[in-house]
């Protein structure tokens, strides 16, 4: 009669033995594992000279991580992707991994702020100079292409004045120079716009705004040409940037309602925009799909399903009167430094998403401090506009 293990080495081997069986969930698993066995080494090699699928070391890579990609790069028409710990771990995988000491990047200067302290503060101690341009110029992109050139990295949709760069004249630029174009396409998503059937090279995202869509999940991710994406992934593993399996997990639930949330944050930004315009509270509003934006026809022909639920507005009060909104709205519309949650929030620009840029630079992107940036969420427009009314000053006090 065998012996009955000791209580130690049962508790240490607890749920080893069972295996899935032919029913798959209709939800993918959560693997919450940092490691994976194998019944013998040729089974491990075969994994680790790709001739199989598998997991090995979690900071190489796991099963949810390998769904979200697989799910990602579908979405966006691309041949492979990489998943990260945060969208600034995807933007420093992709110079990290294809970029080296004496290379040049031309970059938007209206790209997001964490980008452009990687750009101007992070690189040069690379030995890695970027040419910071108006992508919406292309001759100004051209004249700052060099023979050391790299990358052309741009934003679909700008953070948070949403400029439009007319991607397929950037992309024949870029062709022309031998230099990869790189989309940053967080605000309009693969629901509204697939850089890669644009000739862009890669497009990648951060996760926790409208691909999770919930404020739930954590990550990056890049997707597009498979040798790029080896070079990125093996930079990624390199510096340890690797998105966890739970908040891949998440994004991928989230991933699930993308088109239809995408359509609701469509619907409502424009409708709150229009409002917004027509209100004496406010200068300008900036929102690619109204009358006289300076990109409305790259945008219609673009993303001619519209633009997502991002904008920004000019308050005529200043500061002041962004300090007022905020008070107003309350928790209704709360002061959230972050975006692109199914609840719609704002932010104020100037003093925290690109709080690390000078005066100058802030003045040249035409961020002031009575600027507010609104993330539309999925609410009925008719309420939002309601909260936006009681808070902003009444009609008849502006005369």
Do not use: C
Request: net charge negative; aromatic share 4%.
């Amino acid at each position: 009669m065998t012996s009955r293990p000791h209580p130690t080495t049962l508790a240490a081997r607890a749920g080893t033995h069972i295996a899935p069986g032919a029913a798959l969930p209709l939800t993918p698993a959560l693997v919450q594992s940092t490691v994976h066995t194998y019944p013998d080494l040729a089974a491990l090699h075969r994994v680790l000279d790709d001739e199989e699928q598998g997991q090995v070391y979690y900071r190489f890579g796991h099963y949810n991580g390998q769904v979200l990609e697989r799910a990602v790069a579908d979405l966006e028409g691309a041949a492979d992707a990489v998943s990260t710990a945060s969208g600034m771990a995807a933007i420093t995988g992709i110079v990290f991994g294809l970029l080296e000491s004496g290379d040049h990047v031309v970059a938007d200067r209206n790209a997001y702020g964490g980008t452009r302290t990687l750009l101007d503060l992070e690189l040069p101690r690379l030995g890695i100079e970027t040419t910071l341009v108006d992508a919406a110029d292309a001759g100004e992109v051209r004249r700052a292409i060099t023979p050391r050139t790299k990358l052309l990295l741009v934003e679909a949709l700008t953070n948070p004045t949403m400029r439009v760069p007319d991607l397929p004249a950037l992309v024949e630029i870029g062709e022309q120079a031998g230099v990869t174009v790189v989309v940053d396409s967080t605000f309009a998503t693969p629901a509204l716009f697939r850089p890669i059937e644009h000739g862009a090279g890669l497009v990648w995202h951060s996760i926790p705004k409208y691909l999770g869509g919930h404020s739930a999940a954590m990550g990056g991710i890049v997707a597009g040409d498979a040798e790029l994406i080896g070079r990125i992934r093996a930079s990624v593993v390199h510096y340890g940037g690797t998105l966890g399996p739970f908040d891949a997990w998440m994004a991928l639930i989230g991933l699930k309602t993308l088109p239809l949330r995408m359509a609701a944050h469509t619907r409502g930004g424009l409708a709150v925009a229009e409002f917004l315009a027509s209100h004496p509270a406010v200068t300008h509003v900036h929102h690619p799909s109204l009358p006289g934006h300076p990109h409305a026809e790259v945008a219609a022909r673009m993303l001619p399903d519209g633009v997502g639920g991002m904008l920004s507005f000019e308050l005529a009060a200043g500061r002041a009167g962004v300090d007022d909104l905020i008070r107003g709205l309350g928790s209704a519309i709360p002061l959230s430094p972050s975006l692109a949650d199914v609840a719609t929030t704002l932010v104020h620009p100037a003093t925290t998403t690109h709080r690390s840029l000078t005066p100058e630079a802030l003045a040249e992107l035409g961020i002031t401090h009575g600027l507010v940036r609104l993330s539309v969420g999925i609410e009925e427009p008719a309420d939002l506009i309601a909260e936006l009314e009681a808070a902003l000053p009444p009609r008849r006090s502006l005369g």
